[in-house]
């Protein structure tokens, strides 16, 4: 298993299309997502990353939305109606316990620490909070034909391509339940949808071997142990002894004699 750590930063996509078939992943995200954040709460939803910030949630119940990008994004999300902050997702820059969401959409697969992004998330994120990680999954066609000497999309091959489990570790680790995953988007993405020449197989792989889907979606919640006082179980010894003669039984005696 290669390592999470890199020394050098992937190339980093600022637009959905700067991904093969981006703005076709990019709409079955939304719908997909559309059931899954309809059952947030709270206050404040962050997504993090160029690509969170152009994901719609047009069905979710968390309004004041806060999108986390790099300079390089200011142009390309000028029109967008929620707020911007300009900040690295290595450093959010926000209290503990304060947001209520997270959506990180490919941010691990392009980040340089993809663990120090999870911790960030964890510090911020409040009790019971959401946290929605979208992922290219490495068994997938794309994951295989990205090594192949073909002629393809540089970007794509840049991607980390972290596997679900992998991430799923990760969450556990930091204390997330994982309460749902789904599979999306059976296709090589190395081509355009027009002439794709895997079709049959992607609709194998879609009908029989989910796991081989190009991209997943995990939703985690953030779980919190609270801490009791833990009574202790002793009780005072008693100074006395009870005596084995009754005291009625003594009386009688002293009277007979």
């Not at 059931?35 to 152009?54: D, I």
């Not at 902050?85 to 959010?92: F, Y």
């Not at 999954?137 to 073909?150: E, I, T």
Request: contains cysteine; charged residues 20%.
């Amino acid at each position: 298993m290669k390592p999470a750590l890199r020394s050098k930063k992937p190339i980093y996509p600022i637009n959905w299309d700067e991904l093969p078939m981006g703005l076709h992943l990019q709409s079955h995200l939304e719908q997909s997502l559309v059931q899954s954040t309809g059952r947030f709460f709270g206050y404040h939803l962050v997504k993090v990353g160029c690509l969170s910030g152009h994901i719609v949630l047009a069905d979710c119940t968390i309004k004041h939305i806060v999108n986390v990008i790099n300079q390089e994004c200011v142009k390309t999300q000028a029109d967008t109606a929620n707020s911007q902050v300009i900040a690295d997702a290595h450093e959010l820059p926000f209290s503990e316990n304060s947001i209520d969401a997270f959506l990180l959409a490919h941010e691990l697969d392009f980040s340089r620490d993809p663990h120090q992004i999870l911790r960030e998330v964890d510090r911020t994120l409040i009790p019971n909070g959401h946290v929605v990680i979208v992922g290219f999954n490495p068994f997938s066609l794309a994951g295989v034909f990205r090594f192949l000497p073909l002629k393809g999309n540089k970007t794509l091959r840049e991607a980390r391509f972290f596997s679900s489990v992998r991430i799923k570790d990760w969450l556990h680790l930091l204390g997330f339940e994982v309460i749902e995953q789904q599979q999306l988007a059976f296709t090589s993405l190395m081509f355009s949808k027009k002439h794709r020449v895997f079709a049959a197989i992607e609709k194998l792989c879609r009908r029989y071997l989910p796991i081989f889907s190009s991209i997943y979606v995990i939703v985690a919640r953030k779980r919190v142990i609270p801490l009791s006082l833990i009574k202790p179980k002793w009780k005072p010894a008693t100074k006395f002894s009870a005596v084995g003669a009754s005291m009625r039984g003594s009386i009688k005696n002293s009277t007979g004699n």
